[in-house]
């Protein structure tokens, strides 16, 4: 995988706290800092495409299938939210 620099200025309190979690992790800081910019790029990524698909959403089919199914209430923490 092609690699790229660049000059990453941070504030020394959150570079001390990197290097001890990248010590705990027993992974270099380079690794560290490179796979916490890779949680952050899919987490930023996961949530368009979960916006993208909640607009693409239809109330009313969607209670029209919860309506059909099962036949018992929901459990305690499942219920629908309400508006």
């Known amino acids: 995988m092609p690699t790229t620099n660049y000059p990453l200025r941070v504030p020394a309190s ?3 706290e990197a290097k001890k979690a990248a010590a705990q992790d027993g992974v270099s800081l380079n690794q560290f ?3 916490a910019l890779a949680e ?6 996961t949530a368009a495409v979960l916006e993208a698909r909640a607009a693409r959403a239809d109330r009313k089919k969607f209670d ?3 309506a059909k199914a099962g036949g ?10 309400t508006k």
């Open 72 to 81: 018992q209430p929901p459990r305690e923490g499942d219920e629908p939210p």
């Open 14 to 16: 959150i570079m001390g």
């Open 40 to 45: 952050k790029v899919s987490a930023v990524r």
């Open 33 to 35: 800092i490179g796979t």
């Open 64 to 66: 029209a299938a919860m």
